[in-house]
């Protein structure tokens, strides 16, 4: 069942160790067959290197498995929140990817100091309040994903123009067309918060790039008039 789908996230699975977004087993690819209404996603605590196609875990948008002989990710409720929210997502990762998760673990928003973070992300990553002591003992993953779709919706942010997201005292989620393409949204992320962080090193009174010089980067690459690259 689903074997293109599950070469895909084994193989989006394997890239997160290559770019250096995991220590040990600490990260997660998912992706959906929106025709199907089945997710892909990587089984629990399972080393990188001994992954294969066929020990993806399927799974239906109630968490129940479809097809598999593992458990799947710690982390799939919070996946299906996001896939049961945006229909316009294909897949998602989760990583403890070491500068994002810093900026998670300090409570604070990455902000867009440059054109790096404007080509990919249009304006600053925000990082979520921590859940509730309820939220956490009663159904934590599913309330994660429920805190992601609710902020998202609050702040008036689009899923597709921030691709990304932070969980205070946690780490990162990102998500893209693909699960290949919420990888490189995922090394994206990990890469301007590392920016980020040097910048306020250099100049701790540093501001935020331009509101036109986002607008310009994001849009000459994802707007509706976008050149950036061929046809």
Known sequence: MLEELREIVCKANKELPKY??????????????????????????VEYDELTPENMVVVDLDGNIVEGNYRPSSDTATHLELYKAWDNIGGIVHTH????TSWAQSGRDVPCYGTTHADYIYGDVPCLRCLTEQEINEAY?????????????????????????????????TWGKGAMEAVHNAVVLEEVSKMAYRTEQINAQVAPAPQELQKKHYER???????????
């Open 20 to 45: 250096g977004l995991v220590t040990f087993t600490w990260g997660n690819v998912s992706a959906i067959d929106r025709e199907k209404k089945l997710v892909v996603i990587k089984p629990s605590g």
């Open 141 to 173: 993953e599913t309330n994660t994903g429920h805190l992601i779709v609710n902020e998202f919706a609050r702040l008036e942010k689009d899923p597709v123009a921030v691709p990304a997201v932070l969980c205070k005292n946690h780490g990162p989620f």
């Open 97 to 100: 990817s070491a500068y994002a």
């Open 221 to 231: 690459k994802h707007g509706a008039n976008a050149y950036y690259g061929q046809k």
